[in-house]
């Protein structure tokens, strides 16, 4: 099984700062990544889908890059929305993985 | 207004069984390749079982295997997840999710997600 391992595990972040994620896969994966946002009590929230494309409606201040092992999703200038969880998974083969996830707070 | 409803959770003894159904709206169910995500509580998620548009491929993770059984009925609109020999361990949210396959290119992503259906398992 293909393992993604997410750094960091937690971030505290102020409005307005840039951030980035990282996701990193025990083998490649070619572009096939996606990001997800998850807020609690609610379902995940596709963001950007093969590694770079952003998903229709959702803002331009997230972008996602990599290919192969190593992938960042960068939120340009953090709004108050975006405090929540972020979660990676790989399409590239089954069973389909997920990050441990990279839960955003308040600084 | 696309949509995803869960239903068929609940409190279940171990060893029993349990049947998840999942009915979908608002978009072309048969240009969708649907799958089972779960996630225990105040943990991350775990993919479990996806099926293709006309049922020909059916995958599971290694720890439903033999257990879970996922079908679909596009007449219906509807996705199932028939779980039987229920463990502790497969408590969770249960979210049916859809992943856009239209003509046959299918998105490297899940487009679409329910609010899920808890399962507890527990004597």
């Known amino acids: 099984d293909i393992q993604l391992t997410q750094s960091p595990s937690f971030l505290s972040a102020s409005v307005g700062d840039r951030v980035t994620i990282t996701c990193r896969a025990s083998?490649?994966?070619?572009?096939?990544l996606a990001w997800y946002q998850q807020k609690p009590g609610k379902a995940p929230k596709l963001l950007i889908y093969a590694a770079s494309t952003l998903q229709s409606g959702v803002p331009s201040r997230f972008s996602g890059s990599g290919s192969g092992t190593e992938f960042t999703l960068t939120i340009s200038s953090l709004q108050p929305e975006d405090f929540a969880t972020y979660c990676c998974?790989?399409?590239?083969?089954?069973?389909?993985?997920f990050g441990q996830g990279t839960k955003l707070e308040i600084k | 207004e696309v949509q995803l409803v869960e239903s068929g959770g609940g409190l279940v003894q171990p060893g029993r069984s349990l049947r998840l159904s999942c009915a979908a709206s608002g978009f072309t169910f048969d240009d969708y390749a649907m799958h089972w995500v779960r996630q225990p509580p105040g943990k991350g998620l775990e993919w479990v079982s996806g099926i293709s548009w006309n049922s020909y491929t059916i995958v599971y993770a290694d720890s439903v295997k033999g257990r879970f059984t996922i079908s679909r009925d596009n007449a219906k609109n509807s996705l199932y997840l028939q779980m039987n020999g229920l463990r502790a361990d497969d408590t969770a949210l249960y979210y049916c999710i859809g992943r856009d396959c239209t003509n046959g290119a299918c998105k490297y992503a899940f487009d679409v997600w329910g609010q899920g259906t808890m399962v507890t398992v527990s004597s």
């Open positions: 998974q790989q399409l590239n083969s089954y069973p389909y993985t």
């Open positions: 083998q490649g994966i070619s572009s096939y």
